[in-house]
T-cell receptor
């Protein structure tokens, strides 16, 4: 069975600060990895994905994530956050034909 | 031009009632899903259909019954609603089993 663990439950930062959200997964086979964002009151949107190739993946809105196979990690980063990045962030792993989500990290950016 | 749509967006009903949520995707995807997001924002897959066939059925009470009349639609029928069914239900679709595209969600409140 696959599982996803997100290290931070709630992160509070100021605008222009750097953001890093941790994500670890467990799954024995080949996985596809994703970060989704859910803005307040909205549905989930894909930020970025990793299937294969370059382990450093760039997504939308200046986000990037690094896949480290040896650590089973897929951490999300953004060098300089904006107030509009306030949202819930979900790491997900796709294996066994289903997507398993982490518990989510609430990110609050203060202006 | 909505990719994944759900109706209704909000649903308030009393315990014991039966209700349905509809989902439609116009992306031509083969696979559709239902997720439940609880009050703590935790997302859990409930069902998945591929070309109208059920492929994932997680541990969900049998009061929940998905129905896929064609590969563009996946409806969720819930019998004998309980207080614990209150949540946001998201429909999603994907090409095969890769990245998923989510609908806007249906907020179900059982009183």
């Amino acid at each position: 069975a696959q599982s996803v663990s997100q290290h931070n439950h709630h992160v509070i930062l100021s605008e222009a600060a750097s953001l890093e959200l941790g994500c670890n997964y467990s799954y024995g086979g080949t996985v596809n990895l994703f970060w989704y964002v859910q803005y307040p009151g909205q549905h989930l949107q894909l930020l970025l994905k990793y299937f294969s190739g370059d382990p450093l993946v760039k997504g939308i809105k200046g986000f990037e994530a690094e896949f480290i196979k040896s650590k089973f990690s897929f951490n999300l980063r953004k060098p300089s956050v904006q107030w509009s990045d306030t949202a819930e962030y979900f790491c997900a792993v796709n294996g066994d034909y289903k997507l398993s989500f982490g518990a989510g990290t609430t990110v609050t950016v203060r202006a | 031009d909505t990719a994944v749509s759900q109706t209704p967006k909000y649903l308030v009903t009393q315990m014991g009632n039966d209700k349905s949520i509809k989902c439609e995707q116009n992306l031509g995807h083969d696979t559709m899903y239902w997720y439940k997001q609880d009050s703590k924002k935790f997302l859990k897959i409930m069902f998945s259909y591929n070309n109208k066939e059920l492929i994932i059925n997680e541990t969900v009470p049998n009061r929940f019954s998905p129905k896929s009349p064609d590969k563009a639609h996946l409806n969720l029928h819930i019998n004998s609603l309980e207080l614990g069914d209150s949540a946001v239900y998201f429909c999603a679709s994907s090409p095969r089993s890769y990245e998923q595209y989510f609908g806007p969600g249906t907020r179900l409140t059982v009183t």
